[in-house]
């Protein structure tokens, strides 16, 4: 499996922006989706976006519009850019991806936090 690591969470006003990163350890190039989840106690882990190798995009109704995400392979590089922040984003955001067969090929990571203060 690939290592995740995310990275770029913290704390921001409502309004503000974040980019969040998401290194893998190994090439991200063969992986067909790749996408980014969150979740907050006591609730089920949500998909937020994702991206596929031909880079076409889709997004939670709650992200559109807001987020942004995207895929540097050469980078071995995920990335969501949050635009517009509100206090209902605050979670922790993972990233994984899954092959054609939909079985997920990384390893959950320990997630970076966001923090959307009103």
Same mark, same amino acid.
């Given at each position: ?40 106690? !006591? #609730?089920? $882990? ?7 190798? *031909?880079?076409? +995009?889709?997004?939670?109704? /709650? ?33 994984? !991806? #899954?092959? $054609? ?7 959950? *990571?320990?997630? +970076?936090?966001?923090?959307? /203060?009103?």
């Amino acid at each position: 499996q690939v290592q995740l690591v995310e990275s770029g969470g913290g704390l921001v006003q409502s309004g503000g922006s974040l980019r969040l990163s998401c290194a893998a350890s190994g090439s991200i190039f063969s992986i067909d989706v790749m996408g980014w989840y969150r979740q907050t106690p !006591g #609730k089920p $882990r949500e998909s937020v976006a994702h991206i596929t190798r *031909g880079g076409t +995009t889709a997004y939670a109704d /709650s992200a559109k519009g807001r987020f942004t995400i995207s895929r540097d392979d050469a980078k071995n590089t995920l990335y969501l850019q949050m635009n517009s922040l509100k206090p209902d984003d605050t979670a922790v955001y993972y990233c994984n !991806g #899954k092959n $054609r067969l939909g079985i997920w090929v990384g390893s959950w *990571g320990q997630g +970076t936090q966001v923090t959307v /203060s009103s």
